[in-house]
């Protein structure tokens, strides 16, 4: 099996280490970074979503996959000579006020990343001015919002309403995920895309770019 | 049966309510909700005191509570709140909002090296759990003698609980990476979740929920489950001083449901996400009452008459099988409409009389 291949495989199984010891050794031997981003990284993340989906995978496996992902990204990322141009899309992405619960956001952000978007990652508890503030600074292509709970449906919305105040939801794609939301609710307020996990967040990113609908 | 219903007397259930979880002909099936968000919010709106002194005032708390008993009509009280009562009295930091319930915002230990450093809290000094005593307390003195309703208290499960006290991302990978040491946390956990849920008891609370979101197929395997849940579970149904608990799950629990029932001393389980018809066949024989499973969303976001026939669909689908009582799948979400909760409960009444 060669590198790329074993990379991919410590990205599923979450082995941190061997993860890293690869990474280094794909840099020693001045491979080629791009193609261990997407077919090594990448690809093997989107076998744990797919893991994930079919219920082989819960949330601790993906989370130490993920790690295995980040540790192997930040140790290739200061050689990958990228220019900001090279990025898909850039993507702001936050849990919306009054929620905390960010593991989801977080593995999608990663997915992201690893997928060659730009990621501007708000954190968790993300009042609606915060959004629109980092759209304008970062001249963003998409904003993408998450929340587990139900009560913090509503914030989505008056995010969206804010968009519109300041003159910004026909420049940006809305893209909503978490468990309460669905087609019905995205309609309800208004949003572009909803999506379940992480890969279909990138798939759906992926076939905006394709159709050229982001700006 | 009559051990079982002198059981069911011992927790507070009226002659009404053992009728209707035997689907005894003319009786119908009974209905509850569980309302922490959804009650401190109404009675946040109906009074002004905010949310952050309510979820530390006993007398608030009950009159919150009756509030919706007055309002709706149910046997079961709970002072639920939210689910940080344990990791705040570890030491964790919370959100306290006006109009919501408080939620986690830096975790007691940021690592799992750092287990060592956790003291078992007093459950009659630490944290809001002095509080969640007194509105025990409070019920037994004002309330227990006038009504038929039953009063539970509530501990969180040791995996919500620990996954608080540790932040949730840590303890999940802990899981993965430090079985061991996650092992010592649920274990400290555990032992402070006992003397809690006793606290709750001796002051009058007539029987003890268990609330273990965290411990679902939504967040971990069915193998986890058993490895890192059930010794646990298992332990706190035994050191209660309660002949049973009722235990809540919400998310996606098919999986586990063998698993969960083999918990001594569990006899409701409260389920969400799952085929009642295969949950009912799955507990075959075993008294253990299932309680479900309205969505909460759908509560929030249908009409009443949408509302009304799935709650319908629930009730056809159960039947005359008994050892069922309607409840949403989970806490009601704060601002779920009125005449949405009204019209569950009345389609229970209206189409769950026996013989169905």
């Known amino acids: 099996m060669g590198l790329i291949e074993n990379l991919k495989n410590a990205v599923i199984d979450g082995d941190v280490d061997s993860a890293a010891r690869i990474a280094n050794e794909i840099i020693d031997r001045k491979m080629d970074l791009k193609n261990a981003i997407l077919n090594g990284l990448s690809a093997g993340m989107r076998v744990v979503g797919k893991k994930y989906e079919e219920h082989e995978y819960f949330i601790p496996e ?3 996959s993920a790690d295995a992902l980040n540790t192997a990204f930040n140790i290739i990322k200061p050689h990958f000579k990228d220019k900001d141009t090279d990025y898909k899309a850039k993507v702001i992405i936050g849990v919306v006020k009054g929620d905390i619960h960010e593991i989801g956001k977080n593995i999608v952000a990663q997915f992201l990343n690893a997928s060659g978007y730009k990621v501007i990652d708000l954190g968790r508890n993300v009042p609606p001015e915060k959004f629109v503030e980092a759209i304008e600074k970062y001249n963003a292509d998409i904003v993408a919002m998450s929340t587990l709970m139900t009560p913090t449906l ?8 804010h968009l519109k105040e300041n003159g910004l939801r026909n420049k940006i794609k809305v893209i909503i995920g978490g468990a309460p939301t669905d087609q019905e609710f995205m309609n309800e307020i208004g949003a572009d895309y ?22 | 049966m ?20 035997f689907a005894k002909p003319g009786a119908t099936m009974p209905a509850i909700f569980l309302a922490g968000g959804y009650n401190v919010n109404e009675y946040y709106k109906m009074t002004g005191v905010p949310a952050y002194e309510i979820v530390r005032n006993a007398r608030h708390l009950i009159k919150s509570q009756m509030n919706l008993q007055y309002k709706f009509k149910v046997d079961l009280l709970t002072c639920l709140v939210d689910l940080n009562i ?15 319930l408080p939620m986690p915002n830096k975790p007691a230990i940021e690592s799992l090296d750092d287990i060592d450093q956790l003291e078992i809290p007093d459950p009659h000094k630490d944290g809001r759990m002095p509080v969640i005593i007194e509105a025990a307390k409070l019920y037994k003195e004002k309330y227990k003698a006038k009504s038929s309703l039953i009063y539970g208290g509530y501990i969180e499960g040791p995996i919500t609980a620990s996954s608080n006290i540790l932040g949730v991302e840590n303890f999940m990978r802990g899981l993965v990476t ?9 274990d400290k956990v555990t032992t402070a979740l006992i003397e809690f849920g006793n606290a709750q008891l001796e002051a009058g609370a007539d029987a003890i929920g268990i609330a273990e979101p965290t411990a679902s197929s939504t967040c971990i395997s069915p193998d986890f489950f058993k490895e890192f849940a059930f010794p646990y579970l298992k332990k706190i149904n035994r050191k209660l001083n309660t002949p049973g608990t009722l235990i809540h799950i919400c998310g996606h629990t098919q999986p586990i449901i063998k698993q969960w029932i083999k918990i001594p001393n569990t006899f409701i389980i409260s389920v969400d996400e799952v085929d009642l018809t295969k949950t009912l066949e799955t507990i075959g ?9 309205i969505s909460p969303i759908t509560l929030l976001r249908e009409t009443p008459e949408t509302i009304e026939l799935i709650t319908k669909d629930i009730i056809n689908e159960v039947g005359n099988h008994g050892k069922f009582v309607l409840c949403p799948g989970c806490d009601l979400a704060p601002g779920t409409p009125e005449e949405n909760i009204m019209a569950f409960l009345n389609a229970g009444r209206k189409y769950g009389k026996f013989p169905i």
């Not at chain 2, 051990?3 to 209707?20: A, H, M």
């Open chain 1, 62 to 64: 993906v989370i130490v």
């Open chain 1, 154 to 161: 509503e914030q989505m919305k008056i995010t969206i309403e």
């Open chain 1, 194 to 215: 909803c999506c379940k996990d992480a890969n279909e967040t990138v798939s759906t990113l992926d076939s905006i770019i394709i159709k050229n609908e982001v700006n």
């Open chain 2, 2 to 21: 009559s051990l079982i219903e002198d059981f069911l007397t011992q927790f507070g259930f009226s002659q009404e309510l053992i009728e209707g979880v």
């Open chain 2, 86 to 100: 344990m990791s705040e009295s570890f030491g964790a930091k919370l959100y306290y909002d006006h109009d919501v």
């Open chain 2, 178 to 186: 430090n079985p061991d040491l996650i092992h010592k946390l649920l």
């Open chain 2, 285 to 293: 024989n075993k008294f253990i009452i299932v309680a479900g499973n």
